[in-house]
């Protein structure tokens, strides 16, 4: 009965979402594909060059196509976790300073530092998101960053023991 | 002594992909992950692992598919595609089943051969291989106009 027993389980874990972003990141004056073989054609280039020149940087993923080759590139099991993070925080682009909240069960020592710091996502991007592999337990890390502005941690704890 | 100092970035053109992701989400993305489950199979083409005795018995007994994932059949409709900023699409599940997916294949349900994960949901070789074809023709579609 152990899959029944945990298939009624579904509605108590705490796995949040999933999501999958497919991110381009161009920049506020971004040319549409046909708006950018115009200005090319204007600039004198040829159709052939401009084919080539846009097959190639497709392929390489090159300055172009560089951010879009990276949003379809297959994931894989291991990375998927990301997907899900970075789906969750763009989701949530209101909020300006993220807490850093762990489990505080088998806890890694890098991420008992930093729980309950805060920061902006560009900040925490740099020192290092969770399961990004910046903390000793890597992509095992069950941290999350959540809304500072709502939530308030209370300090840790720790028993007698060690 | 000459000496070079380089003081801004080129400024490169950047291609807005908006549509081109929409597109991306709605025509393959999606459609497959969802075809997947149909045919049962998982991310990487590979098979799920099969279910428990006792959770076949289980959905039989409720009158719901015995497929794997497939019970209701809500979890194979709920994938979505949104607009999130300028230039980024979000495939997602809808809030009703989004939970059990990371829960399914994210943590694994736990079995008597141990945890089982279904890998049912992100971007397959397969799909890269199809936007990439999709991109292709776009460059050659917009050279010919």
Redesign the interface.
């Given at each position: 009965?152990?899959?029944?027993?945990?298939?009624s389980d579904?509605t108590n874990?705490e796995?949040?979402?999933?999501?999958?972003?497919?991110?381009?990141?161009?920049?506020k004056?971004?040319?549409?594909?046909?708006e950018?073989?115009e200005?090319a054609r204007l600039q004198g280039a040829s159709?052939k060059s401009?084919?080539q020149e846009?097959?190639a940087d497709?392929?390489e993923g090159g300055?172009?196509?560089g951010?879009?080759r990276t949003?379809?590139?297959?994931?894989?099991?291991g990375i998927?976790?990301r997907?899900?993070d970075v789906?969750q925080f763009?989701?949530n682009?209101d909020i300006v300073n993220f807490r850093w909240v762990a489990v505080l069960v088998n806890t890694c020592p890098d991420c008992i530092d930093r729980h309950g710091q805060t920061k902006t996502m560009e900040q925490w991007e740099a020192d290092g998101l969770p399961r990004a592999g910046f903390t000793v337990c890597k992509e095992n890390c069950r941290c999350v960053l959540i809304n500072a502005s709502s939530s308030f941690l209370a300090p840790i704890k720790r028993s007698g023991r060690g | 002594m000459i000496s070079v100092e380089i003081k801004g970035k080129l400024n490169?053109?950047?291609?807005?992909?908006?549509?081109?992701?929409t597109h991306?989400?709605n025509t393959i993305?999606i459609p497959t992950i969802s075809d997947n489950i149909h045919k049962q199979k998982t991310?990487d083409n590979k098979r799920f692992p099969a279910?428990?005795r006792?959770?076949i018995a289980?959905k039989k007994k409720k009158k719901l598919s015995t497929k794997i994932l497939i019970a209701t059949g809500k979890l194979v409709t709920s994938f979505i595609q949104k607009k999130?900023?300028?230039?980024?699409?979000?495939?997602?599940?809808n809030s009703a089943r989004?939970?059990?997916?990371?829960?399914l294949?994210?943590?694994g349900?736990?079995?008597?051969s141990g945890k089982k994960?279904f890998?049912f949901?992100?971007?397959?070789?397969l799909?890269?291989t199809e936007?990439?074809i999709y991109?292709?023709k776009?460059?050659?579609e917009?050279?010919r106009?």
């Open positions: 009965m152990a899959e029944i027993d945990s298939f579904m874990f796995i949040e979402a999933m999501n999958l972003l497919l991110n381009s990141k161009a920049s004056t971004a040319l549409t594909l046909s950018f073989i200005f159709d401009i084919k846009l097959l497709l392929e300055r172009l196509f951010e879009f949003s379809i590139r297959a994931t894989s099991n998927i976790n997907f899900r789906g763009t989701q682009i | 490169f053109p950047q291609l807005n992909f908006q549509g081109d992701l991306i989400a993305i991310l279910l428990e006792s959770t289980y999130i900023r300028k230039d980024s699409v979000l495939v997602t599940l989004k939970e059990i997916g990371g829960y294949q994210i943590d349900i736990n079995s008597k994960h890998n949901f992100g971007i397959s070789t799909m890269e936007a990439m991109m292709r776009r460059i050659v917009e050279l106009k």
